[in-house]
Nanobody, 121 residues
Framework: QVQLVESGGGLVQTGGSLRLSCAAS????????MGWYRQAPGKQRELVAAITSGDSTNYADSVKGRFTISRDNAKNTVYLQMNSLKPEDTAVYYC???????????????WGQGTQVTVSS
């Protein structure tokens, strides 16, 4: 089993910054892509940013230039630096990772429990 534990959410004013972290632990042979998703009340979960094992990144258009995703493979951790936050960024942010099992060498997707980000106007 694999656990993803997120941290770093909270309440911030418009224009402020937050840094989210997500650490993976458990039965891990290798982690392929990792990403951050968010879900606002009444809306579908959407991709915010993703990063491959080779550090290629992609972002939702709404966060380009404001958010930066990065990862530390030695720590099995992915980060999301969020700058110039807007009220529309308010959502629960979820970490996602594609993890290769050491026993089967099959890859599975795992989700974190989510962390609330609230941006006040």
């Amino acid at each position: 089993q694999v656990q993803l534990v997120e941290s770093g959410g909270g309440l911030v004013q418009t224009g402020g910054s937050l840094r989210l972290s997500c650490a993976a632990s458990g039965s891990i042979f290798r982690i392929n892509a990792m990403g951050w998703y968010r879900q606002a009340p009444g809306k579908q979960r959407e991709l915010v940013a993703a990063i491959t094992s080779g550090d290629s990144t992609n972002y939702a258009d709404s966060v380009k230039g404001r958010f930066t995703i990065s990862r530390d493979n030695a720590k099995n951790t992915v980060y999301l630096q969020m700058n110039s936050l807007k009220p529309e960024d308010t959502a629960v942010y979820y970490c996602n990772a594609n993890v290769v099992s050491p026993s089967s060498l099959n890859a599975h997707f795992y989700w974190g429990q989510g962390t609330q980000v609230t941006v006040s106007s």
